[in-house]
Every structure is written in structure tokens, then in C-alpha cells.
């Protein structure tokens, strides 16, 4: 298991787990011919709602989070990430994909997928947890 962060400086478009859920349903559309389920759930701690995507054999979450953790997050990132976008500091939003495990590597592309979607969102600084490095 791992996961990607997308940390949203403040100049980016607002977020709500409503609007993720839309966009990534638009956005893996076409993966529904190949089994794709879309679901949600909510964190029995913090009651913030996620959503799944599940094929067989495989899923991933994703996660739109605010407040306090996220900033201590993005202030751990700060401090292991040389060369780190200095607005990072700044960010209290981020979605976060959290992916299963994927032994045979039957789904790369999947979450190669699910990657460049948070690229190609205005000012995110994307951030792989397991790499310690900023995805440009």
C-alpha cells in the first residue's frame, strides 16, 4: 500500500469530496466497461466521507482533507523534501490516494491514471509519501 498527496496551494480552484467524487467518476469513466466500482465510506474517527474505486483485485481511495493534519503533513514535507515549493507551507487542502497493493502490477496504469489527474490540477504540489519526493 502507498500513497500520493496533492497538497492545494491557495490559488487553487476549490475542492469538496462532492467535487472529486464527480471528476474522478468523469475521469475513470471509461474503466467501468473493465469492472470499475465507484463507492464511498467514512472514516469511523474523523466521519470525513472517502471514496472507493474498485476493480477486481485492486482499488484505491481517495481522500479530500483539511485542517491541522494536512498543515503538519505539508510542514513534515517541508522539512524532508529539499528544494520543496515554498506555497507548500501555506496549504491546509489536499486529496489523497491511497493505493493497494499491486504485487503482479496488473494496475500501473491505473494509478499512473490516478497520478496525473492530480497533476493536471491548477498550483497542486504532488507529493509521493513512499518516494519522499515531489512528482513535477
Known amino acids: 500500500m502507498f500513497a500520493i498527496h496533492a497538497y492545494l ?3 487553487s480552484t476549490s475542492y ?4 472529486l467524487a464527480s471528476e ?3 475521469y475513470f469513466a471509461f474503466e467501468t ?7 464511498s465510506s467514512t472514516n469511523p474517527f474523523t466521519k470525513e466521507k472517502y ?3 474498485r476493480w477486481s483485485g485492486w482499488s484505491f481511495t481517495a481522500h479530500f ?5 494536512v498543515v503538519a503533513d505539508a510542514n513534515y514535507v517541508t522539512s524532508v523534501v529539499k528544494d520543496c515549493p515554498p506555497e507548500l507551507t501555506d496549504c491546509s487542502e489536499r486529496i489523497r490516494f491511497v ?4 504485487a503482479n502490477r496488473d494496475f500501473t496504469n491505473h494509478i499512473i491514471w490516478a497520478i496525473e489527474y492530480l497533476l493536471e490540477i491548477p498550483d497542486a504540489i504532488v507529493f509521493d509519501e513512499t518516494q519522499q519526493t515531489i512528482i513535477r
Not at 16 to 19: F, H, K
Open 9 to 11: 496551494a491557495k490559488s
Open 65 to 69: 482533507e483539511t485542517g491541522r493534519n
Open 24 to 26: 474522478l467518476s468523469t
Open 33 to 39: 466497461k473493465n469492472g470499475l466500482v465507484i463507492g
Open 99 to 102: 493505493f493497494a497493493p499491486d
Open 16 to 19: 469538496s469530496i462532492e467535487r
Open 51 to 53: 471514496l472507493i474505486f
